[in-house]
């Protein structure tokens, strides 16, 4: 029946869908989410016990702390914390019946700004009145209410550490080594944890249970076509969540050169990483629209498959045909210790690697951009002077590079070197580069709508997070492919953002004729490779199976 | 001096472990390299191309 020609499509949708549902919807988001923003954020109610309490307080709190600032800054009158009640009552005298202010919000993930325009003073006095509100069953102190204070509060391994590092009398650098550097990397890949092992759980029940073997015999017909295996499906559609275990599922495909070809397009699928920052550029350029993130999703469809094309016409590529040879298992019940060794098999060599690789390069990325030459000596940097650091250095000397594709500016440059870290770093770095609260309004006075797209594109296809090339690697085994994967992604990236920049430029009239040249030679080149180069694919087995 | 040291002693201590982790991190890398080890925490024995590198 699954192998059935019409049906066999269809089923394997819906099996795959469901896969994907469970390991990244129903349990992997919320428990990544919570580890986050839990675990590795402020802390959390121990068994929910108070998060209902708290969630209210906050819902009618509000925008109470931003509707007072902006009320402040307008009538020059700081809000004391240590003695609320004065300072605000001098504010509510110095304001107007009339008075009318606009106060903004930002979204936490997107960095998104919202404006509130028409606040009158009716608004300033609630929201005095909820500041000093001491309520009881509402907050028990003035200000925001504080989560701590309602039901049974776990503080996050952050909060736990910083107050154990001020009890020992911790040295600021060292506070920020700690916190900034180690806990918020490390912690942010063992977020994935949760999301993997269930992923794994899934695929090795799948494998064990012998559908996957017939998966791969469906899908062979069409992923020939362009060069990969039956079984690339599996990494691309896990890849949708995070490319670290779409890597590693390519294990499942023996043949060594569609394995190869799998782990170098998978990464073009935008990861739930790239989410944020496709969210960011669609909102701060591209009015929200839609269409920015649907067509993140295509173009990396069609990544996949012109680079598959096009690789599979190379000489590395070239070679025997491989012959589709497969056992079809009976279907049986995997035993459970199986299924759940080979879970913990997979996992455990993830979280390994957080302690290890992924530990030594947060530490030299916190140390790259919180040091630098400021007032003429080498030091630790504030946090808004992150251009003196010498990772902002660095990215003033290659911007040069991303100038043909639109985006030649430091920020851009630094926002995608440290997208190689963590892709959630491209809209943190974003948010401090071009300025906090006003970071959508200096995002869009600084990118054409052309270049922001180009940005985007590029950032989207070019070489993955670290994590991910720390995959490639693995799974390679073999440091010459690992380079050509990266050197693959990178200069398809360019590329591609090349041609849209500049083609882009021919609709609103800004055309460099030798970036045209370029864009227009990178096209002929594309378009020979996919139509009219022969295939160096012999067409005989030689090999002994 | 030694009032110095007193002030920073858990600065220094804990400095010195994070640099005996990191130093104890990156030797495991070298000589899990030198023994031509992978570091997928399965080894061989889990690659679908074991069979071929390890003729039973």
Known sequence: MVTNRFLGLPIFAAVMFLVYWIAMVAVGTPATDWVNDNLFGDGYHLFGNGAAQYEKAAERYGDTDVILSAFAEQYGIEIDEENPEASLNALLAAVPEDAEVTYITQDEETLETEEHPGTGKADLQAAAAEYLSTEDGYKSGVGAPDPAAYGTWVPGIPALVESGLDAINAADWLKGLILDGIIAGVGAVLGFVPQMLVLFFLLAFLEACGYMARIAFVLDRIFRKFGLSGKSFIPMLIGVGCGVPGIMASRTIENERDRRMTIMTTTFIPCSAKVPFIAMIAGAIFQKSAWVATSAYFIGMAAIIVSGIMLKKTKRFAGEPAPFVMELPAYHWPTLGNVLRSMWERGWSFIKKAGTIILLSTILVWFLSRFGVADGAFRMLEEDELELSILAKVGGWIAWIFAPLGFGTWQATVASITGLIAKENIVGTMGILYGGTKTYANLAASFTGIAAYAFLVFNLLCAPCFAAIGAIRREMNNAGWTWFAIAWQCGFAYAVSLMIYQFGGLFTGNVNIIGLIAAAAVLCVMIYMLFFKKYQEATKLTRKV | ?56
């Open chain 2, 1 to 56: 001096m030694f009032e110095a040291i007193r002030e920073n002693a858990g600065t220094i201590v804990l400095s010195l472990l994070l640099l005996g982790a990191v130093t104890g991190i990156i030797a495991k890398l070298f000589r899990d390299k030198k023994k031509g080890k992978s570091s997928c925490g399965c080894n061989c024995g889990c690659c679908p191309m074991a069979s071929s590198c390890h003729k039973a």
